[in-house]
């Protein structure tokens, strides 16, 4: 039997589902459960199927049925999967004389177990998004391993996770009862036809992102690769929840300094409240060690996304997949309005003092250091969200206390490869990179710094015609904003205010302004502009 089932039947078992007479009580361990599941009968199983059936006919309108009606789901997968030899799962079975098991799953799902949502402890989110009905919700969980990575570009660390909603139905055909088993997406289906009857189905739409957050392996402490960059290069990259779908608009988070990427993990969860936003979006991560200069990361990034694009527009994704949004906190802001910005030579003169025309570079060495030095709008990115983000630097990162952190901050010498042996290069004999190298690789606490070089390039660039920017500021104490004081306590107004935005919204907020309820509610009405612009709304 293939090991993707086992696990899956033993999970269930082991979560405290009532499961079939063959389980035996107080049972412990996976080994245990699984040699006890091999042993599942086609008997037991036709009688979980007739206990489904007599209670889906009893009726589904009290929660005291429902819950009924979802133990007895819960059986019939177990058992199902104990009993199942296909490899994908989805092939129909003879169930002795009286029924015939049919099960269908959504385009795209993948699974090693499925875990009962109600086993998942609230632990790391504020609010716990559920919508009652029918049905027993789980999450499915698609494993990391270097095999599947290698071939799924940006699966997270965690693997994939999807929440789902089992449900079984009951027809008469030639003279046997057909039991359709389904496993719905519960975050764009919220209905579903069950005995003639339309009814609401359930939903746990937080347990997927507490049960990654429960993960050793999806974390990354923003502190630690803040400091040891060095350590956590092997971090950097977009990475996915789920498989890239045509069918919905990239929406790219991107944390800022001394954070990672659970930074949105409250934002994630709020937006599962929209029914059209979880239906045409799909939420991807851009993680990086936040001590590597500004200029890495966005080059970085401005590879990643021309990655997803191909993939996407070799899938179908069409006009979807050229209309992706970015949301920036903070620094990340920084890295996002790199992607939408024409640089044209300004990098290049205004650090290395000349054009590349005129430095005398190899053809090797031009073009090495073009990558960073040197780039084009992207024009599948068609909105930016800009929150708490020092578009003019701040001070805060020429304080002491900044000065004492940049020291701090370890760099790995060869951040950007080869190129960093041509910078050495051209700094021996060109005055302004030697000057700007004198104390080594800048870190991103020296761009933050308002009189920084990259600061004063980043602000001249011009946008993308035609690209929508929005700001979302933090106030922390309620201040006017012709007032020099008002600020997030790091990014004062001054420099995050931007113009030709939009919109821009004030929020009576610290520096974490991104997590406050204005604006997460901000957030949601932009990304529902964005849809009625393109009429998927």
Not at 479 to 494: A, E, H, I, L, N
Not at 512 to 518: F, G, L, T
């Amino acid at each position: 039997m293939n090991p993707f089932f086992k696990l899956l039947a033993v999970t269930l078992v082991l979560s405290g589902i009532p499961a079939c007479s063959s389980v035996v009580p107080g049972l412990k361990g996976r080994q245990q459960a699984r040699a006890t599941l091999q042993g599942a009968s086609v008997t037991e199983l036709a009688g979980a199927l007739a206990e489904a059936d007599k209670a889906m006919q009893e009726g589904l309108e009290t929660e005291e049925q429902r819950q009924a009606y979802a133990t007895q789901v819960g059986r019939v997968v177990a058992l199902w999967l104990a009993l199942s030899d296909d490899s994908a799962g989805s092939a129909p079975m003879q169930v002795g004389d009286s029924f015939r098991l049919v099960p269908q799953f959504p385009r795209g799902l993948r699974f090693d177990e499925l875990i009962p949502s109600n086993t998942i402890r609230s632990r790391h989110l504020k609010h716990r998004m559920t919508r009652d009905g029918v049905g027993l919700s789980m999450v499915a969980h698609w494993k990391h391993t270097p095999e599947r990575k290698a071939r799924e570009a940006f699966m997270s660390d965690g693997g994939y996770l999807c929440p789902v909603t089992a449900t079984l139905d009951f027809r008469q055909s030639a003279g046997r009862r057909v039991a359709l088993l389904v496993l719905h997406d519960s975050r764009v289906t919220q209905t579903v036809r069950l005995g003639g009857h339309e009814l609401p189905l359930a939903a746990d739409l937080t347990a997927y992102g507490e049960y990654l957050l429960s993960m050793e392996a999806a974390r990354m402490a923003g502190i630690k690769a803040l400091l040891r960059s060095s350590s956590h290069m092997d971090k950097l990259g977009l990475i996915a929840l789920e498989p890239p779908s045509k069918d919905r608009i990239p929406l790219i988070l991107v944390h800022g300094l001394m954070s990672r990427p659970a930074t949105w993990e409250n934002v994630i969860n709020e937006f599962g409240t929209n029914p059209d936003i979880q239906r045409h979006y799909q939420v991807y991560l851009f993680r990086y060690p936040s001590g590597v200069p500004i200029i890495y990361s966005s080059q970085k990034l401005r590879e990643n996304l021309a990655q997803l694009h191909d993939i996407l527009a070799r899938s179908g994704a069409g006009r979807r997949c050229g209309n992706m949004v970015l949301i920036g906190h903070s620094m990340g802001g920084l890295v996002s309005k790199a992607q939408v910005q024409d640089s044209g030579d300004r990098f290049w003169v205004t650090i290395l003092g000349k054009g590349p025309q005129e430095l005398g570079l190899k053809k090797e060495e031009f073009e090495s250091l073009r990558r960073y030095m040197e780039f084009n709008p992207n024009p599948h990115i068609s909105r930016v969200i800009f929150a708490a983000t020092p578009h003019r630097g701040s001070e805060v990162a020429d304080s002491r206390l900044a000065h004492l952190g940049r020291r701090l901050v370890k760099l790995p010498g060869q951040t950007f490869g080869s190129t960093f042996d041509i910078l050495q290069g051209l700094a021996e004999r060109n005055q302004s990179l030697g000057q700007l190298l004198a104390r080594g690789m800048p870190t991103s606490v020296d761009n933050l710094s308002p009189s920084s070089p990259y600061v004063r390039i980043a602000t001249t660039l011009p946008f993308r015609p035609g690209v929508h920017l929005h700001s979302i500021i933090g106030n922390k104490d309620g201040r006017p904003t012709t007032d020099p004081k008002c600020s997030d306590g790091f990014v004062p107004y001054s420099s995050a205010h931007l113009e030709g935005v939009e919109s821009e919204l004030l929020v009576e907020s610290d520096h974490s302004v991104h997590e406050r309820p204005e604006a997460i509610e901000e957030m949601r009405r932009i990304l529902k502009l964005h849809l009625q612009r393109l009429n998927l709304h």
